[in-house]
């Protein structure tokens, strides 16, 4: 027998503190926001969030600027060489066929050597 059942003065009524939750009619999801802006930041954005340390996202007054045109280097990349990729796949394989080795020779020596 437990002390509660022993007990008259605790109820059910008293160990049920949480009051219940009202019977709602159902979770709606909420009407969806549509944003347009034009993709662009303003000008001398960078500038400015370099100069003060804090980005801060204020609407230029005049409205939006023309893009501005990416820079192109016309100066030649030099060709990359194959040679390190080829170094990297060949240690690479090495150290596979290595583990491989190992895990075999290990298996060999617990399980099936008599």
Known sequence: MTIEANNPAIEDDDLNTTVPNPVSEGWKMPEPVFRKTSGKLPQGFEKRSLEE?????????????????????????????????FILVALAVAAMIAFIAVFLTLLYFFFLRT
């Open 53 to 85: 340390g804090v980005i801060t996202l204020e609407p230029e007054p005049g409205g939006t600027q023309p893009a501005a045109q990416p820079s192109i280097s016309t100066e030649p990349t030099p060709p990359k060489s194959g040679t390190l990729k």
